[in-house]
């Protein structure tokens, strides 16, 4: 899960100290990471630990020559601009001036997706002489925590990121609401996906500008293993050759989610209600524990479980595609991509699905400007870049260049799309102990699910 950004137009704030208290009463609604770590967040009568997951900025150099002003032309600032189609390279958007700081996550996943940014980011200021941008790459555990922070001060603007922590963070204030950009959003160029705008949305609203979908499938190297093991009982044939990441520090309620489908169950009813004891998801834990026993990997973070494929320690593990970029540079033509399994009974693998995108500020002097950076950014030329490595875009019209992104844009739809609901927040750090307590301590899964069921719908008052 993961890769991440912050916009912030410096030009019209004026710097705080980022360690400064987080608005009183913040109410933080977990997830996991987009790299499987942990992240604390608090509630506003009890503190509780959960695991916590792109977007870029960009416009074509052709925007120069028909979209620049005259000099001295004021910062663009004001209503939100039409947007440019495919074929208006000659006549798009107005050119963007001020100054922009973008703090990013992208580093922490590798060379590649940090290397995409930052060409983004070079095109999309050659595109437009006016405006300067300042890059900060924040460790991605770090960035939501950051950004809650700070917000009030008006510093960052924007960030670029998972929609890890979009819930609380729209339901506490702290971001622009950016609905007015939904028919912009649908039309062209920018085609966005309804799935990817609905998981963008919050009671109602839109709080995210998504530019890509993300959810976890099985990466397999073909030297190893001639066809993805498609079953459950071909994982257990092949546990010693596979791995899947876990555990408290491994986020493992995130990588695990696809499993309860597997096994045909489900965590929570549309009310937000734990389902979870209704079937399924124990079966899926006792798996992982099986699987474990039976010679599988289990892995705290998945940097390591990637570490183990690229040296041919282990045949496959599920990951996103965050870390295709890297992968396909070690691995090459050795590198395919497939589901997960389905399961005894017919089930199928439906991992968290979920968009990165922008967030805005709310607290921004410089909300219209923010929108047209991003707007410029997914500018289907632009989107491109990122599509190439390993993004996978919601605009419905652009494919990935390569085989190993285009086998996860085709495994996208089958994926569950990322709740919304308040109540997810109190799934996140129950069901992630609950995985520890059955694959570590070997407990019985039943009433390890029964007990993380329990409390999930007591701290939701359900």
Same mark, same amino acid.
């Given at each position: 899960m993961r890769g991440i950004g912050v916009v912030s137009l410096a030009a019209a704030v004026t710097h705080r100290d980022r360690s400064s208290t987080a608005p009183t009463g913040l109410i933080q609604e977990e997830g996991p990471d987009r790299w499987g770590f942990a992240r604390q967040t608090e509630e506003t009568t009890q503190t509780m630990k959960s695991p916590i997951r792109l977007v870029g900025l960009l416009a074509t150099l052709t925007l120069v020559a028909s979209a620049c002003g005259p000099s001295g032309s004021a910062p663009t600032t004001g209503a939100t601009q039409p947007a440019a189609t495919q074929g208006e390279a000659s006549t798009g958007p107005a050119a963007l001036s001020g100054s922009l700081t973008i703090w990013e996550a992208y580093g922490a996943s590798g060379t590649s997706e940090k290397d995409a940014f930052d060409k983004i980011v070079g095109q999309i200021k050659a595109a437009n002489s006016g405006l300067t941008v300042n890059v900060l790459d924040v460790p991605f555990n770090d960035l939501f925590n950051k950004f809650e922070t700070s917000a009030s001060t008006g510093e960052p603007d924007m960030y670029i990121a998972p929609n890890d922590s979009l819930p609380s963070e729209a339901r506490n204030g702290l971001l622009a609401d950016v609905s007015d950009l939904e028919a912009t959003l649908k039309g062209a160029p920018y085609n966005t996906s309804d799935v990817a705008l609905n998981a963008a949305m919050v009671d109602g609203k839109l709080y995210e500008i998504p530019e890509s979908m993300k959810a976890v499938e099985l990466f397999y190297r073909t030297d190893q293993l001639a066809t993805a093991p498609a079953t459950t009982a071909d994982w257990m044939t092949n546990a010693a050759k596979l791995g899947l990441v876990y555990g408290a520090n491994g986020g493992g309620a995130y990588y695990e989610w696809g499993w309860y489908s597997t096994f045909g169950g489900k965590i929570m009813d549309d009310t937000g209600k734990c389902a979870a004891t209704q079937g399924g998801v124990a079966?899926?834990?006792?798996?992982?524990a099986d699987f474990k026993a039976a010679g599988g990997?289990?892995?705290?973070?998945? /940097?390591?479980?990637?570490?183990?494929?690229?040296?041919?320690?282990? !045949?496959?593990? &599920?990951?996103? %595609?965050?870390?295709? /970029?890297?992968?396909? #540079? =070690?691995?090459?033509?050795?590198?395919?991509?497939? =589901? !997960? %399994? #389905?399961?005894p009974s017919g089930g199928t693998w439906a991992p968290m699905t979920a968009p990165d995108g922008f967030y805005i500020n709310a607290a921004s002097p410089n909300i219209d400007l923010a929108k047209q950076f991003a707007l410029q950014f997914l500018l289907p030329a632009n989107e491109q870049v990122f599509a190439d490595a390993g993004h996978l875009p919601a605009n419905t019209t652009l494919q990935p260049?390569? =085989? &190993?992104a285009q086998a996860f844009a085709a495994l996208m739809p089958s994926g569950f799309a990322r709740p919304t609901l308040a109540a997810l927040n109190n799934y996140w750090g129950n069901f992630g102990s609950a995985i520890v307590a059955v694959v570590d301590k070997k407990t019985d899964a039943t009433t390890e699910v029964a007990n993380a069921c329990s409390a999930m719908d007591k701290a939701n008052k359900l």
């Amino acid at each position: 899960m993961r890769g991440i950004g912050v916009v912030s137009l410096a030009a019209a704030v004026t710097h705080r100290d980022r360690s400064s208290t987080a608005p009183t009463g913040l109410i933080q609604e977990e997830g996991p990471d987009r790299w499987g770590f942990a992240r604390q967040t608090e509630e506003t009568t009890q503190t509780m630990k959960s695991p916590i997951r792109l977007v870029g900025l960009l416009a074509t150099l052709t925007l120069v020559a028909s979209a620049c002003g005259p000099s001295g032309s004021a910062p663009t600032t004001g209503a939100t601009q039409p947007a440019a189609t495919q074929g208006e390279a000659s006549t798009g958007p107005a050119a963007l001036s001020g100054s922009l700081t973008i703090w990013e996550a992208y580093g922490a996943s590798g060379t590649s997706e940090k290397d995409a940014f930052d060409k983004i980011v070079g095109q999309i200021k050659a595109a437009n002489s006016g405006l300067t941008v300042n890059v900060l790459d924040v460790p991605f555990n770090d960035l939501f925590n950051k950004f809650e922070t700070s917000a009030s001060t008006g510093e960052p603007d924007m960030y670029i990121a998972p929609n890890d922590s979009l819930p609380s963070e729209a339901r506490n204030g702290l971001l622009a609401d950016v609905s007015d950009l939904e028919a912009t959003l649908k039309g062209a160029p920018y085609n966005t996906s309804d799935v990817a705008l609905n998981a963008a949305m919050v009671d109602g609203k839109l709080y995210e500008i998504p530019e890509s979908m993300k959810a976890v499938e099985l990466f397999y190297r073909t030297d190893q293993l001639a066809t993805a093991p498609a079953t459950t009982a071909d994982w257990m044939t092949n546990a010693a050759k596979l791995g899947l990441v876990y555990g408290a520090n491994g986020g493992g309620a995130y990588y695990e989610w696809g499993w309860y489908s597997t096994f045909g169950g489900k965590i929570m009813d549309d009310t937000g209600k734990c389902a979870a004891t209704q079937g399924g998801v124990a079966d899926a834990l006792k798996f992982l524990a099986d699987f474990k026993a039976a010679g599988g990997h289990l892995y705290q973070n998945d /940097g390591d479980a990637k570490a183990d494929l690229i040296s041919g320690k282990i !045949g496959g593990f &599920i990951d996103g %595609p965050w870390q295709s /970029g890297d992968l396909k #540079t =070690a691995l090459k033509d050795k590198l395919a991509v497939a =589901a !997960g %399994p #389905t399961g005894p009974s017919g089930g199928t693998w439906a991992p968290m699905t979920a968009p990165d995108g922008f967030y805005i500020n709310a607290a921004s002097p410089n909300i219209d400007l923010a929108k047209q950076f991003a707007l410029q950014f997914l500018l289907p030329a632009n989107e491109q870049v990122f599509a190439d490595a390993g993004h996978l875009p919601a605009n419905t019209t652009l494919q990935p260049s390569d =085989a &190993i992104a285009q086998a996860f844009a085709a495994l996208m739809p089958s994926g569950f799309a990322r709740p919304t609901l308040a109540a997810l927040n109190n799934y996140w750090g129950n069901f992630g102990s609950a995985i520890v307590a059955v694959v570590d301590k070997k407990t019985d899964a039943t009433t390890e699910v029964a007990n993380a069921c329990s409390a999930m719908d007591k701290a939701n008052k359900l």
